[in-house]
C-alpha cells in the first residue's frame, strides 16, 4: 500500500485555501479587488480521455463568486454585475492536468469576466465633417472627375 493514502480521502476544503507565495487578493481593476476568501472552489475530476490521471486527479477547477453578498463590491460595482452576470458569477477551468494552472486559469476567467461586465462603454458623440473637409472632399471628387473623362479623350468608338 502507498504511503500516505491510509486512513481516508483528503478533503477537498484543505486544497482550497491559497499556497505560500500566491496572491491573497484577486485583482479585477484598479478599483475592486476580492480576497480569495470570498470565492467559492470546488474541484472535481476532469473526465474525458486521460486514463487513470484523469479518472482519480481532481483538476477540474470550477470557481463562484457570489455578488450579491460580497463586502468587496461598493454599492455602483454591485448594481452593474447583477444587471450584467447576475446575483452568482461561475467560470469553470480543465484546459490543464494541473490543478494549479486550472485555479490560475478560472482566477484569469474571473477577473476578465467581472471586469467586461464592469466596463461602461463612454457614449459616443456624433461629429459632421467641418467646411474644410467638405472642400477638400469635393474638390478630390472634381479631380477624379476630370482624370476619368481625360482617360476617355481621343479615342474613337471604332477603336475599341
Known amino acids: 500500500m502507498i504511503a500516505g493514502l491510509r486512513g481516508g480521502r483528503r478533503s477537498l476544503g484543505s486544497m482550497a485555501s491559497t499556497p505560500p ?3 491573497r487578493i484577486l485583482r479585477v481593476s484598479r478599483s475592486l479587488s476580492i480576497p480569495l476568501d470570498e470565492l467559492q472552489w470546488r474541484f472535481t ?3 474525458g480521455p486521460g486514463g487513470q490521471h484523469a479518472n482519480k486527479a481532481s483538476t477540474r477547477v470550477e470557481l463562484v463568486f457570489d ?3 460580497s463586502p468587496s463590491l461598493g454599492p455602483r460595482q454591485r448594481a452593474r454585475l ?7 458569477v461561475r467560470v469553470v477551468s480543465r ?7 486550472n485555479r490560475d486559469e478560472a482566477l484569469r476567467r474571473l477577473a476578465d469576466k467581472l471586469a467586461d461586465a464592469l466596463h461602461i462603454e463612454p ?10 473637409a467638405r ?5 478630390e471628387k472634381r479631380h477624379q ?3 476619368k473623362k481625360g482617360r476617355a479623350r481621343g479615342r474613337a468608338p471604332d477603336d475599341w
Open 45 to 47: 475530476t476532469g473526465g
Open 135 to 139: 472642400a477638400r472632399r469635393l474638390e
Open 21 to 23: 507565495g500566491r496572491p
Open 145 to 147: 472627375a476630370e482624370r
Open 123 to 132: 457614449v459616443r458623440r456624433p461629429t459632421a465633417p467641418s467646411v474644410a
Open 67 to 69: 455578488v450579491e453578498s
Open 95 to 101: 484546459e490543464h492536468r494541473s490543478q494549479a494552472l
Open 82 to 88: 447583477l444587471e450584467m452576470v447576475g446575483p452568482s
